[in-house]
């Protein structure tokens, strides 16, 4: 009977602690969430290119034909850009930037499990199509008129819209949350200036997020017209240009580079000091260029089509654009490399990672600046060496970046260190599979190999390199197999962490890991950049003293009041779900499918009602 008793306790135990985290309004847990869910995206990305690679290892290969290949190659890009990279930052927006301003929560705290349940179902949306066979196959860039029915009949396309229509939802309610958590949330004495370059970075993020996401969204709104309604935005029988498409898609797909790339440039501006052991060299050049660059990415688009026709006056302003975007991002590598001369370095794995980022995205930077110059542009275009430049920008640079990020923060996230050792070995081998995978793409570009191929013949002189290419690749992903098993091991078994492991110099590291409900028992005041160094080494009592009241009573615990927890923003992103999947549902299931509709519609209105009538407090 005790034994019974202990079960049924057990299971009670469980239910409850799942129950916490799907009604969880707390910043850090939503963060973690973010976390685990977009690293099990990257899995899925990561085997499709292990796919694309096996394919690709040797001439006239038949492991895939050539409409999986579409469909593998689609979502890898897809999966990889809005299920990993994005969300992989928006982990360290939730987790980290109230910590970092001295908040206790973001502004909108339901509104924020909101953003991560709606991302969570856009990229079941999208991944289910496999479920179906109908993943989506016309490009991750969704080229008109490849999106037509003429040539996509099928819902495979229908998965894609509606999935990045809940993903993009998910985007922007997230970005104005944290606009508004750092525009009105930080700490008494944290100004703009003092702010971590982190959040700052995260601030020209969001802003991005909100004036770039509506351009896909008006796309595929009107893809959804040309598909659904006999609409005619993309037909150029009717007068319509598909380079319409480009446009709208590029005007949020280069501002959607940045997007990937700038939280990660405040990663390594945290990291890169910290194991220096002095201030961030040239901390206003860096907040400016980065603004300067949130601000260029949006002139720049068209050279993603400067060989569509647009002419010599359009080429040469969007090919001056991207010449100039160069400079802010330069001055950070400047910088960066300034903070590392004459510091006191420790070799830590998180440093190895950022310095592997600077060299990584520096060269994906160069052959950036050669896309710029428009003769150069006709002869690389869609070849192999614009993928070699793309993942030197994503993988070199952004999850390069966020693999620091998670050595970095991960003892602040779970109050125990990975393993530093295994750290190290995965970093060489990382860097070693990466250069081995990508860098050779530059030569078959120049030898004339195109991209989106399911095959090649022999005797193009390509063999060797792709060969090359795939053991990397294969080598790449035991690497990061290493990275898993260190991580979840460490979830576990690692040292427990002390609230400042690496001697940080921002405000997260003064309070324990994993940090309390509430953050901080007392709201710091701020009188430094490099606070919670003032805090240590400064000679300045107020600071001391501040240092002291870091650490809660149960007296200031009662008084700290948090939103409680809420299922309702679950249930408004079930109703978006319902709508996506009512919508694809289409054909002879027509009525069915508005039903589902009609359906989600009435699950996002009762969520919503039953979010508004609840109490803040």
Known sequence: MAQVTTTQQGAQYRRSIIWEWITTVDHKKIGILYLFTSLFFFLIGGILAMMIRTQLIVPDNTFLGPATYNEVFTMHGTIMIFLAVMPLNAAFFNFLIPLQIGARDVAFPRLNAFSYWAFLFGGLLILSSFLFGAAPNAGWFGYANLTTLTYSPGINVDFWIFGLQILGIASVASALNFFVTIINMRAPGMRMMRMPVFTWMSLVTAVLLMLAIPSLTIGLVELTFDRYFGTLFFE???????????????????????????????????????????????????????????????????????????????????????????????????????????????????????????????????????????????????????????????????LMAILGGIYYWYPKMFGRMMNDKLGKIHFWTVLIAFNMTFFPMHFLGIDGMPRRIYTYPDGMGWNFWNMEESIGAYFLGLSMLLFAYNFIHSLRSGEIAPADPWDGRTLEWSIPSPPPAYNFAVVPTVTSRDEFWEMKYGSNEQTADQKTNLNPTVEDERHIHLPPPSYFPLIAAGGLLGMGAGMVMHGDGMAVSWYIFGAGILVLAFGLFGWSFEPNH
Not at 251 to 267: K, T
């Open 236 to 398: 150029p029988n009717a007068g319509a240009s598909v380079v319409l498409w480009q446009h709208l898609f590029w005007i949020f797909g280069h501002p959607e580079v940045y997007i990937m790339v700038l939280p990660p440039f405040g990663m390594i501006s945290e990291i890169l000091p910290t194991f220096s052991r002095k201030p961030l060299f040239g901390y206003p050049f860096v907040v400016y260029s980065g603004i300067a660059i949130g601000f260029l990415s949006f002139g720049v688009w068209a050279h993603h089509m400067f060989a569509v026709g647009l002419g010599p006056v359009a080429n040469s302003v969007f090919a001056t654009t991207t010449m100039l975007i160069a400079i802010p991002t330069g001055v950070k590598i400047f910088n960066w490399l300034g903070t590392l001369w004459g510091g006191s370095i420790v070799i830590k794995t998180p440093l190895l990672f950022a310095a592997g980022f600077v060299g990584m995205f520096t060269i994906g930077g160069i052959s950036g600046v050669m896309h710029a110059s428009v003769p150069v542009d006709y002869w690389q275009t869609d070849s192999y060496f614009v993928v070699a430049h793309f993942h030197y920008v994503l993988f070199g640079g952004s």
